[in-house]
């Protein structure tokens, strides 16, 4: 089974710091992404890459920015954090061909900025 | 613009009574719809793909159908732990995420 792992389930983090998010796939996938999911807004693409090193913005890349040096790793990095970026966060991971694979996700980081 | 809308948003159920969930969409170049199983707490977990019009795939007391606008997710008989919310998504360049069916059933 594909394992995608979030590092923290829960985070709690002050208005200004700067917020790391990992997520490790073991499943050897060469894309990732980063969502972040709000009630009544559903999953949001924040970011994705296709190999290490690559990043593509998604549909709300501002405030974020993404690493990824090595093809297992996939960090997410909010820069100056905000209150607006409370969410819960959901990493996933797929086989290259992503226009046929489905995403698999990790459980998620529910994030708190306060 | 592409669009996947789901419905109802909740939907309560009583042990044993079946029901349907859709999901329509409005896409260029549909490349797959997948639908997922969410608990709360936790991601998404993965449960059919479903390619072209008239392909039903199945698993356990879960159909799920497509047509060229819509997917529909039947449950028959469901017990209370396939209490969930249930999404779909629609693969084009991107994956387009609805905004999910909060289901609830009750012994």
């Known amino acids: 089974d594909v394992k995608v792992t979030q590092s923290s389930r829960y985070l709690v983090k002050r208005t200004g710091e700067k917020v790391f998010l990992e997520c490790v796939q073991d499943?050897?996938?060469?894309?990732m992404f980063w969502y972040r999911q709000d009630p009544g807004l559903g999953l949001r693409l924040i970011y994705f890459?296709?190999?290490?090193?690559?990043?593509e913005k998604g549909d709300i890349p501002e405030g974020y920015s993404v690493s990824r040096e090595k093809k297992e790793r996939f960090s997410l990095i909010l820069e100056s954090a905000s209150t607006n970026q409370t969410s819960m966060y959901l990493c996933?991971?797929?086989?290259?061909?992503?226009?046929?694979?489905?995403?698999?996700f990790g459980d998620g980081t529910r994030l708190s900025i306060l | 613009e592409d669009q996947v809308t789901q419905s109802p948003e909740a939907l309560r159920l009583q042990e044993g009574e079946s029901s349907s969930l859709n999901c329509s969409y409005t896409?260029?170049?549909?490349?797959?719809l997948f639908w997922y199983r969410q608990d709360p707490g936790k991601g998404p977990e993965f449960l059919f793909t479903?390619?072209?019009a008239g392909e039903e795939k199945e698993k356990e007391r879960l159909k799920a159908t497509l047509t060229k606008k819509e997917s529909f997710l039947h449950i028959t008989a469901p017990k209370p732990e396939d209490s969930a919310t249930y999404l779909c998504?629609?693969?084009?360049?991107?994956?387009?995420f609805g905004t999910g069916t909060r289901l609830q059933v009750f012994p």
């Open positions: 479903l390619y072209s």
């Open positions: 890459s296709y190999d290490v090193k690559m990043k």
């Open positions: 998504a629609v693969n084009t360049d991107k994956l387009i």
């Open positions: 896409v260029s170049g549909l490349r797959g």
């Open positions: 499943m050897d996938h060469e894309n």
């Open positions: 996933a991971s797929s086989p290259r061909d992503r226009r046929y694979q489905p995403q698999h």
